[in-house]
């Protein structure tokens, strides 16, 4: 679904990310783990069609991915910032807008809602939600949508041990109808979700293999 090769990202004399190759395939779930500033956000920006690579390419299901790819627009669902957020709007409206966007029925916001436990909050707008509420809005603002690919940057923030159960659920479910899953964590027990770990560090992928693998050298 989704092929990096040789991406680096330049920021100044900063180098971001080091020519990094990366393959995610449909149905897969792949954690980036790494510390501050590794680049994990950069990769992410990049794959999601929001950030061009300095040097380097990126083929997004077969095609070379372009500028503001409408293809890619169409097909990635990315949850990671507050940019979709509305003031005015209230949680429903939030996602009611997203269904009109997309040309999906409204007919599973009321679901989403509940999964979410936004349901008492559907008439709220977003400075009276909670940090994690706004979390849960924009991860059910992603899944309302159609996709073929998710990338999440960081959806363990602000979320309570409940919710991030419940999000584990959503990334394994989501990889199970075939999604391609690309996240990028601190949550080690979150990243044991995915098939695969890549640890990141100083803008290059210093591991990658299982969860057990990655994980235990990390402990190491
Ligand atoms: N727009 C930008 N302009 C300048 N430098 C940037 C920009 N975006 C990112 N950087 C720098 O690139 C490096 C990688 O940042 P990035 O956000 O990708 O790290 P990260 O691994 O996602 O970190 P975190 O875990 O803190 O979210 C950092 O040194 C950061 O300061």
Redesign the pocket.
């Known amino acids: 679904m989704l092929t990096v090769t040789g991406a680096s990202r330049t ?2 004399e ?1 180098e ?1 990310l080091r020519a990094v190759d990366l393959e995610v395939a449909a149905g897969e779930r792949v954690a980036l783990l ?10 992410l920006r990049i794959v999601c069609g929001r950030d061009r690579p300095t040097t380097g390419t990126v083929v997004f299901d077969g095609e070379p991915m372009t500028e503001d790819d409408v293809r890619v627009r169409a097909r990635v669902a990315v949850v990671g910032d507050a940019l979709g957020c509305y003031p005015d709007l209230t949680v429903r409206q939030h996602l009611e807008l997203v269904a009109v966007a997309h040309g999906v029925p409204e007919d599973r916001i009321g679901e989403l809602l509940r999964d979410h436990r936004l349901a008492d909050r559907a008439d709220s707008l977003p400075s009276a939600l909670s940090s994690g509420q706004l979390q849960a809005m924009l991860l059910a603002s992603a899944l309302l949508r159609p996709r073929d690919l998710l990338v999440l ?2 959806p363990e923030q602000r979320l309570d041990p409940r919710a991030r159960g419940r999000l584990a659920d959503v990334l394994r479910a989501e990889s199970d109808n075939g999604t391609a899953v690309l996240f ?1 964590t ?1 949550h080690r027990e979150l990243a044991r979700v995915a098939h695969r770990v890549i640890v ?1 560090e100083d ?1 290059a992928l210093v591991a990658d293999g299982s969860p057990d693998e990655v994980l235990a050298e990390a402990d190491a």
């Open positions: 920021f100044g900063l971001a790494g510390p501050n500033g590794s680049g994990k956000s950069t990769l940057d960081e990028a601190h990141m803008g």
